[in-house]
């Protein structure tokens, strides 16, 4: 399992992505029992990602994991369906070796046994007065103008018309060259940096896009929230000053959580219902990927559901290659939900996606993240007032 973890860690660095590790200990289970235990594992991870033996339980690498809040969603689908213990530890790109990320699930393990509370995963939490290289330039990135915001834009279907942008950070690392959020956001989330990547995204994004609102009124602005945000009491009220601030209207704001972000957490939601209140959007992002979101769905103030890119990927023109993509938009209809299709690759896609009922899609086919300057082309022509362009200066 150690190689399985070192080649997952080198891959991640090389590719920019964050790597987790998973241990699990079968409390009280048969020899039996803990055999047929790896079917379970298999069945919660993707497909490429490693699973084995370790000791008297089991290890997983989640090799393209987005964020700690997707482990955990590994975990409590592990969790729900045996007495097991879980321990996670979770590396940025080049962050630890493979034997400090096991250690580190190792002991993460030890404080899920122990847990006064009976949550059966417990995630390592580093001290936070200890710092690594990239913890380090981390907390610089932002005081060095080092983050850079791209725009991934979201179009109707299936004539392609431009109805939002999804705001994506990048940090333009100073060795490392531009790495994308997956590379340095769950270290932003452990070291306590989130909330302020998070205060310059949104005033970065709504200013601009109140720019190009100009020429496209209608246009929406997709905003991911981390939920260490939502762990701020004073996070709705923040996003209020904010868009009073820049002056963008918050009917066309679109805020991003995931679906572990909001389940079982009373408290995040009630400060979605305040911006929900406010006219703010909100959508469950990857929906599909979390645990026991049916449930839970008809109670939050969710606008918008997007399609998980895992579920675009299996579109392949039968009914079984689209029978998730097809129950999640009708739930989106029965329930009066928008929804949005990630990860749209290919013209089949788009239009397997339109006969299925979707009515709007992001993905490269459309196109990648853009630079403003690039966004800008896909916007209405118009020449600015003389007035305008003295007030809010140059578009892009």
Known sequence: ?????????????????????????????????????????????????????????????????????????????????????????????????????????????????SRPDGAPWACYEPDPTATTPLAEALHEASTNDQLRLLYQPIVAL??????????????????????????????????????????WVLQEATTQAARWQRRLPALQLNVNVSPRQLDDDGFAAEVLRILERTGFFPGNLVLEVTEGAVIGAPASVAQLAVLSNAGIRIALDDFGTGYSSLRYLARLPVDVLKLDRLFVAELDGTSRGGAVAQAVLRLGQILNLDTVAEGVESEAQARELTLLGCHKAQGYHFARPLTPAELQRWLPAGDLSRYEAEVWGPEV
């Open 1 to 113: 399992m150690r190689e399985a973890v070192a080649a997952a860690l080198s891959r991640g660095a090389s590719e920019g992505r964050s790597t987790a590790v998973l241990l699990v200990g079968l409390e009280g289970a048969d020899g039996e029992a803990r055999d047929g235990f790896g079917e379970l594992m298999r069945r919660s991870v993707l497909r490429d990602d490693p699973i084995g033996r370790f000791g008297d339980g089991y290890a997983a690498v989640l090799q393209d994991i987005r964020s700690v809040d997707n482990a955990e969603a590994v975990a409590r689908r592990i969790a729900v369906a045996g007495p097991a213990r879980i321990g996670i530890a979770v590396a940025a790109p080049g962050e630890y070796g493979a034997d400090d990320l096991l250690n580190r699930a190792a002991l993460a393990l030890q404080e899920a046994r």
């Open 158 to 199: 299936p004539d392609g018309a431009l109805t939002g942008v999804e705001a994506l950070v990048r940090w333009a690392h100073p060795e490392r060259g531009t790495l994308d959020p997956d590379a340095f956001v769950p270290l932003a989330e452990r070291i306590g940096l989130i909330g302020e990547i998070g205060r």
